[in-house]
């Protein structure tokens, strides 16, 4: 499956922003779907995930409260509605396909990688 994520920018804090990563070449409702970032300097890391039906999501501490996850299996796009940005949120962001568990793509463990989209948040 390919992914291609968008609905980056650069913003001020406590603006919103949202992304979108649509699939193709494959069967988007078979897949877990998450969304991670990359800051300067760091791992990448989880943001959250959402399983096929969208029944199940789960979110990194950091983004708890100010970030949702959805997904439209009709359109085959996953979504990060990111609201209360912080400087701290300034990175890449990579959206991903899992055809394993919830529970496993928390520790990076997915099958497909989007292209990521910069995130800046300025102070």
């Known amino acids: 499956v390919q992914l291609q994520a968008s609905g980056g920018g650069s913003v001020q804090a406590g603006d919103s922003l949202r992304l979108s990563c649509a699939a193709s070449?494959?069967?988007?409702?078979?897949?877990?779907m998450g969304w991670f970032r990359q800051a300067p300097g760091k791992e990448r890391e989880f943001v959250s995930g959402i399983s096929r039906n969208g029944a199940l999501i789960n979110y990194a501490d950091s983004v708890k409260g100010r970030f949702t996850i959805s997904r439209s299996n009709e359109a085959n796009t996953v979504y990060l509605q990111m609201n209360s940005l912080k400087p701290e949120d300034t990175a890449v962001y990579y959206c991903a396909a899992s055809l394993g568990a919830l529970r496993t793509v928390v520790s990076g463990a997915v099958d497909y990688w989007g292209q990521g989209t910069q995130v800046t948040v300025s102070s």
């Open positions: 070449g494959g069967t988007f409702s078979s897949y877990i």
